[in-house]
């Protein structure tokens, strides 16, 4: 039996562990890795300069934490999104169902302004200045989302060459991606005669056009 002690104790470290994360997020974002110190962490979570050490091993360990807690969430929400689709449709779901479940779980954590601000802004100065292990992204990331969408692809593509799968998914991210930086631009510019950006619209042009892109794949394997 748990006590109220122990019970009081576990929910001040996980207020304690969060502030720390949630800081330190906010800081790497806006002064850069180096340019932050376990004192300003501290500071700003109002916690004692010990804690980062005590729950998290160092700005180095903590710094990592941050960026697992993004990829952890872009990760689940993905995975989640394909198991959902194959056990709504028996585990054959249409092509086009597979893909368009995918796109929305893949943007939705970004399109969050706030937090796609905060991982842009980390995304940004990581690539100038890195500090996270080689592999993190795939670990994370690449590797288990890449294997369910493997899995979910051969069910509802029969006939589709497996070899073709990192680059079919691949290609839907990049796209993703790309429709992602130009909603930002479009809605950032004082232009008028661009035409209002439809993120729905955009979605729907990506996965009909990968859909067909697919079955060409299978069409030129069966020939």
Request: net charge negative; glycine share 6%.
């Amino acid at each position: 039996m748990v006590s109220q002690d122990n019970k009081s104790n576990g929910s001040t470290d996980k207020g304690v562990r969060g502030r720390l994360l949630d800081s330190a997020e906010e800081l790497f974002c806006e002064q850069g890795f180096e340019g932050t110190s376990v004192r300003d962490i501290a500071a700003s979570a109002k916690c004692n300069i010990a804690s980062v050490n005590y729950y998290f091993g160092g700005k180095e360990k903590l710094y990592r934490e941050v960026w697992r807690r993004h990829l952890i969430t872009m990760r689940d929400t993905r995975i989640a999104s394909i198991d959902k689709v194959m056990s709504q449709n028996d585990g054959k779901p249409s092509l086009e169902e597979l893909l368009k479940s995918f796109a929305e779980a893949f943007l939705g954590p970004l399109v969050d302004e706030s937090r796609a601000r905060r991982f842009c802004k980390l995304m940004a100065r990581e690539m100038i200045d890195q500090h996270l292990p080689a592999n993190m992204f795939v670990d994370n990331i690449i590797t288990p989302t890449l294997a369910a969408m493997r899995g979910a692809l051969v069910r509802a593509c029969p006939g589709l060459d497996e070899s073709k799968i990192p680059f079919v998914v691949f290609s839907i991210v990049g796209q993703l991606l790309h429709v992602l930086h130009v909603k930002a631009m479009f809605e950032q510019s004082d232009e008028t005669a661009l035409p209002k950006f439809d993120l729905a619209q955009a979605i729907d042009h990506i996965v009909k056009f990968s859909t067909a892109g697919i079955w060409a794949y299978v069409e030129e394997k069966s020939e």
